[in-house]
């Protein structure tokens, strides 16, 4: 299985990125797909994740009304549309895929079993 993230750069604060993550090796289908990110010197949190059927998101606080989770399941991609960027939301952000059994969508690092490589998103204040 490969979770390869791309489209991470630096950007001004305000500014808007738009990462992706294209998967192979697993039924891209019967996954939910999400993002987290990890800033230096603290852990890995959640930003959001999509349901495999794409009818469910959920999204931390932080990151509510600025970011949008979106999916292709024909190209078995999964994007990450990042607007009104702050300094906060520096961080490499790495790409993660959970089977879907029917259960809620899951906040938690430790349940996702599938993580991609990470792509770096700097935001300048």
């Known amino acids: 299985v490969q979770l390869q993230a791309s489209g991470g750069g630096l950007v001004q604060a305000g500014g808007s990125l738009r990462l992706s993550c294209a998967s192979s090796g697993l039924a891209f289908s019967e996954y939910n797909m999400g993002w987290f990110r990890q800033a230096p010197g603290k852990e890995r949190e959640f930003v959001t994740a999509?349901?495999?059927?794409?009818?469910?998101?959920e999204y931390a606080d932080s990151v509510k009304g600025r970011f949008a989770i979106s999916r292709d399941n024909a190209r078995n991609t999964v994007y990450l549309r990042m607007n009104s960027l702050k300094a906060e939301d520096t961080g490499v952000y790495y790409c993660?895929?959970?089977?879907?059994?029917?259960?809620?969508?899951?906040?938690?690092?430790?349940?996702?079993?599938?993580w991609g490589q990470g792509t770096q998103v700097t935001v300048s204040s």
């Open positions: 993660v895929a959970d089977f879907d059994y029917g259960h809620p969508l899951r906040r938690r690092p430790g349940s996702y079993g599938y």
């Open positions: 999509m349901a495999s059927n794409g009818r469910s998101t």
